[in-house]
């Protein structure tokens, strides 16, 4: 795939079926982190602007709250026909705007149009009322939601949290990140083609401080289900309690990867470089610590060098490329700072390092970078990077193993290799995190996704996301006459 060198103008919002000038001026460059070339500009909503959407979404709620499982499941059907028939532009957006590698971007691509599919399946065999004992429990849908997404997964994630609130019968506002403008503009003009009802999906682009903020107080809106960060998190859910909104937050994490000594460590190593360096390291899942047994480290640390060399950095639309740049120069400056401050902690640097890799220096890209010998009290072992930084901590008993997986602020993911799935089972069990994946990384959209602790509250996907969506009404009926 070649790079996409066109100038792109997004100076529209999507509010009531409709792409209309904003009342915000704030204009903001659209930078290419590959490249660091303008490749484009933005102009910003702000809080009039969400009011607006709030206020279209308000409206169609009346009727869209009552549309039938069939109108919602076609509707569902009709997105995914249009995200499908935009693939290729997703895909590029994809990788020239957040510098995914191309395969991650196609990948990325399937699971915002499948997520549609998904959605469908599920609330085609839910059951939205059911009887306990004497009641009779009516499940509705909330209301107007407010959906903040992130930078690293832009497209799915919309595509995940606007399914499931079309599921439920809620209308939303998007707030997406203001660095996927042009990815975000390709699904509002999907959205559009596949003809859903005027209000019941609004799209203002801005900033956290303007229309975030607006989302967060208004009491017009029920809800909010943000992905991003646990400090932004934080404000989020203190802004949400005068009007006592529902929240869904996914947050970070520092998850854990447990390699034990009975596995395979010639493809546990690996996919343990995989599980952290995927979507260029910027990703809340990814296994940033990993856990090995003491009496094995030297090993490791020769199967981790051979592991990385075939792991390849460079520019994102290169077909073999593994780890494209970081989102932006911030983001850059500030993985930079944890590998200094690793080297500065007394960590012992396996590979990588501060700078730039050879050839790469007019992006935003990062040397892979793996530290043994890492104690828990390290602050690389502690904070959420959100980058290709792996730390190796030794364990010397599995109980030991356990201790240290569970001994962070986080609890999103896990990882365990092993030979023997019941053992690896019993661990899991004992593992305080969201979503625990033996021997590999897999997906199951149906299923519940979210995190402990400071990871999150709340799921996403699936009948548990749908859940989060619906207010239950209980209804009782005597047969006595009046």
């Given amino acids: 795939?070649?790079?996409?060198?066109?100038?792109?103008?997004?100076?529209?919002?999507?509010?009531?079926g409709e792409f209309i000038k904003p009342n915000g001026t704030e204009a903001m460059n659209i930078i290419n982190p590959s490249t660091k070339e303008i490749i484009g500009n933005v102009i910003l909503g702000n809080e009039v602007d969400t009011q607006n959407a709030i206020a279209a979404a308000k409206k169609a709620f009346k009727t869209f709250s009552k549309t039938t499982i069939e109108e919602r499941s076609n509707m569902l059907k009709r997105i995914h026909e249009a995200v499908i028939s935009r693939a290729d532009d997703l895909t590029k957006a994809c990788v020239e705007e957040y510098g995914a590698a191309v395969k991650a971007a196609v990948g990325r691509t399937q699971l915002t149009a499948n997520s549609f599919l998904w959605a469908k399946e599920v609330i085609e065999d839910f059951e939205f009322t059911k009887y306990i004992g004497k009641a009779k429990v009516v499940l509705e849908p909330l209301g107007v939601i407010a959906l903040i997404t992130p930078w690293n997964a832009?497209?799915?994630?919309?595509?995940?949290?606007?399914?499931?609130?079309?599921s439920a019968g809620c209308t939303v506002v998007i707030k997406p990140s203001e660095f996927c403008t042009i990815q975000t503009q390709i699904l509002a003009e999907c959205f559009h083609e596949a003809g859903i009802p005027a209000g019941v999906i609004n799209i203002v682009n801005g900033l956290g401080g303007s229309v975030g903020a607006e989302l967060t107080r208004n009491p017009d809106v029920a809800m909010i289900s943000f992905t991003g960060s646990t400090k932004t998190a934080k404000i989020i859910h203190h802004g949400a309690v005068d009007s006592m909104k529902r929240v869904i937050l996914e947050l970070g994490g520092k998850s854990p990867n447990i390699i034990l000594d009975d596995a395979d460590f010639t493809k546990?190593?690996?996919r343990a470089v995989t599980s952290c360096f995927g979507n260029n390291g910027q990703m809340c899942i990814a296994g940033?610590?990993?856990?090995?047994?003491?009496?094995?480290?030297?090993?490791v640390k020769e199967l981790i060098k051979i592991a990385v060399e075939n792991t390849k950095v460079g520019y994102p639309w290169e077909s073999d490329t593994f780890i494209g740049p970081m989102i932006n120069e911030n983001h850059y400056n500030n993985v930079q700072r944890y590998i200094k401050i690793g080297i500065e902690e007394g960590a012992e640097l396996v590979v990588g390092g501060e700078g730039h890799p050879k050839g790469l220096d007019n992006g935003y890209f990062v040397r892979p970078t793996v530290f043994a010998n890492?104690?828990?009290?390290?602050?690389?072992a502690r904070e959420e990077i959100f980058g290709p930084v792996l730390s190796i901590l030794t364990y010397r008993t599995e109980e030991e193993a356990i201790e240290i997986a569970n001994d962070t602020e986080y609890g999103l993911g896990a990882y365990i290799s092993s030979s023997n799935i019941e053992k690896a089972n019993k661990i899991a069990s004992q593992i305080v995190a969201g979503t625990v994946y033996i021997n590999d990384v897999m997906l199951e959209m149906k299923a519940p996704f979210g995190g402990f602790k400071q990871s999150g509250i709340g799921r996403e996907c699936g009948i548990y996301g749908l859940e989060e969506h619906l207010e239950p009404k209980t209804i009782l009926i005597s047969n006595e006459n009046i």
Avoid: C, G
């Fill in 154 to 166: 832009n497209n799915s994630q919309i595509a995940i949290k606007v399914a499931t609130a079309i």
């Fill in 288 to 299: 940033s610590r990993l856990l090995v047994p003491k009496h094995r480290l030297e090993e």
């Fill in 374 to 380: 890492v104690t828990r009290n390290m602050t690389i």
């Fill in 1 to 16: 795939m070649e790079d996409n060198k066109k100038f792109k103008l997004i100076d529209k919002i999507y509010i009531n």
């Fill in 268 to 270: 546990a190593i690996p």
